[in-house]
């Protein structure tokens, strides 16, 4: 069973505030997925090309498609997971937020523009450039197929967690079926709408989470007379661990296995963000390159103002709430903001507080509905481009062929992701997320950065880069205690098989996909195409002959 089964936590939310307000809850998520689906079905009559289902027909704006990209990167994990951190680690909690933002920056600086430029729908397109098509197609989209599962894990623990909470549901047998329905709107939402679909939801769903953050931030700052001062030391007394709740070291700073695990942890945020696919794929959805990097400019503006009010949520929580209630009612801290909308509207018996809950907790499950069909766009889109239509097929696949391929394989990624998910349902979201950019910088930055910017670069240099990277990252993921040896979060609870120590991989995985990339590159007997080369670089820094 669950931790928060027996909890009065979770027992005074189920008595209150869904037998109470349960039709206004409902009522809220039947308007959110309804209005979606509308939207997805509007979208799918105007898909009728490879380029629409792919790449939204590169019809959005630079302001449209920032705001889509804030809905892709804005996920449960920044609502739910970093809240909760906080809520519970207070200062080391707060270090997700800054790592999430400054990732930006590498995006903008290094990646936006020349991918634009470069590729056509896929990270593949760009690395097959100037490499042989078949064998650096399939290890992208394997890359990009493992890096979205670990992304969808997050998001499928989020979505278990928030709605058994609301509901009042208790058993594993209703989380797993939770987790199962949000896998079947994901499925609907991507083999319907396709790109244009999946933007328009992303650009709804992340006005309705900003709303709903300054919301829950302005009524918290409201309580606390707009004191910050008087904010965070409630917070840290209410803590139990006094000014220690404030200052670094709650949870990485503790051993010298902590703090290098916090190492590994900033280098994966910050490298991540460029390699994930899903938010590569967005590029594409501009007209011009000029458009992609202003794009990440709203973006960069949108996200670090929600960022900032994410500490707020966090700390604000942990102000108002009992920790041993937070994680009593789940081990990971997730719930700490729908539970701190609860406590800021007037309590469990209140009708403010069950109709803030229920607004917050379903702008939260949007979020998790548009964050995975982004997701399973970016691996079904792999899949049928690259391994499908280049690889199986050898590039003679139709159009009509190769959308049907993306529809299929959206519904076998969306099968391994509920199965996944029904596992992951206790974890921190979070944590979960930055696995995910772990194994994005270890195995897609090192071959993207090398592929665009370096001469000497071959097919051997990005099959070891890629392979090196996803498999290392993966490995240790495995064998670390985020998998087994933790009996409070580690996935599977009652065993213990871990021997790397870290909970983050990237500290080795990371340099080891650079590493080989330039090794793999060394010992290869194919002379790089410098024609190719000089093309790319045009092409990538001016966008002649970009698509």
């Not at 992208?140 to 670990?150: E, K, M, P, Q, R």
């Not at 703090?259 to 490298?271: C, E, T, W, Y």
């Not at 899903?278 to 794009?295: D, G, M, N, Q, W």
């Amino acid at each position: 069973m669950s931790p928060a089964v027996h909890h009065p936590a979770v027992q005074f939310l189920a008595a209150s505030a869904t037998e109470k307000h349960r039709p206004l809850i409902i009522s809220l998520f039947a308007v959110f997925v309804v209005a979606t689906l509308v939207i997805t079905v509007w979208a799918g009559r105007q898909t009728k090309s490879a380029s629409d289902f792919y790449a939204g027909g590169r019809q959005f704006t630079a302001f449209q498609n920032g705001l889509a990209v804030s809905g892709d990167y804005m996920s449960a994990a920044s609502f739910l997971g970093i809240a909760g951190s906080i809520a519970i680690f207070g200062y080391d909690g707060f270090l997700y937020s800054i790592g999430f933002l400054v990732a930006w920056l590498v995006a903008l600086l290094l990646v936006a523009e020349p991918l634009r430029n470069s590729g056509r729908y896929t990270m593949g397109d760009v690395l097959a450039y100037r490499m042989k098509q078949r064998p650096v197609r399939t290890a992208a989209g394997a890359s990009t197929i493992v890096v979205s599962i670990f992304y969808l894990l997050a998001q499928m623990a989020g979505a278990g967690v928030l709605v058994s909470l609301l509901l009042g549901i208790t058993t594993d047998a209703g989380k797993i079926l939770i987790v199962a329905l949000v896998g079947v709107l994901m499925i609907l939402y991507v083999t319907i709408g396709g790109m244009k679909g999946t933007t328009w939801v992303q650009m709804v769903k992340a006005v309705l989470l900003i709303a709903g953050t300054i919301l829950i931030t302005f009524l918290i700052l409201l309580k606390f007379n707009f004191n910050i001062s008087d904010l965070l030391g409630t917070a840290a007394k209410n803590s139990g661990k006094g000014s220690a709740f404030l200052d670094p070291g709650l949870k990485y700073g503790k051993t010298g296995t902590t703090k290098l695990d916090f190492i590994s942890l900033g280098i994966a945020l910050v490298l991540g963000t460029a390699g994930l696919p899903h938010i590569l794929i967005r590029f594409y959805t501009v007209p011009t390159a000029k458009a992609a990097r202003k794009s990440v400019n709203w973006a960069i503006g949108i996200i670090g103002a929600f960022y900032l009010m994410t500490i707020v949520l966090g700390f604000g929580a942990a102000a108002i709430l009992k920790p041993e209630d937070i994680i009593k009612s789940n081990p990971a801290g997730n719930t700490a903001a729908p539970l701190a909308a609860l406590e800021i509207g007037g309590g469990a018996d209140s009708t403010g507080g069950a109709i803030l809950l229920a607004v917050i907790s379903a702008v939260a499950f949007a979020t998790i509905l548009a964050v995975v069909a982004g997701l399973t766009l970016a691996s079904s889109s792999s899949f049928a481009h690259d391994i499908y239509a280049n690889v199986i097929r050898k590039g003679k696949a139709t159009e009509k062929e190769e959308m049907r391929a993306a529809r299929w394989s959206t519904v076998a990624i969306g099968a391994v992701a509920i199965v996944l998910g029904a596992f992951a349902r206790d974890l921190n979201v979070a944590g979960l997320v930055a696995l995910a950019f772990a194994v994005a910088a270890s195995a897609n930055l090192p071959t993207i950065l090398y592929s665009l910017f370096w001469k000497r670069f071959t097919t051997q240099g990005a099959l070891w880069s890629i392979y090196g990277g996803l498999v290392s990252s993966v490995v240790l993921v495995l064998f670390s205690p985020v998998v087994s040896g933790n009996p409070k979060t580690s996935m599977f609870k009652g065993v213990d098989f871990h021997w790397f120590p870290l909970e983050n991989p990237g500290l080795i995985s990371i340099p080891l996909g650079f590493l080989l990339g330039i090794i793999g590159s060394y010992l290869s007997k194919e002379e790089p195409d410098k024609g190719k080369y000089a093309e790319l670089e045009v092409k990538s820094l001016t966008g002649v002959g970009a698509h």
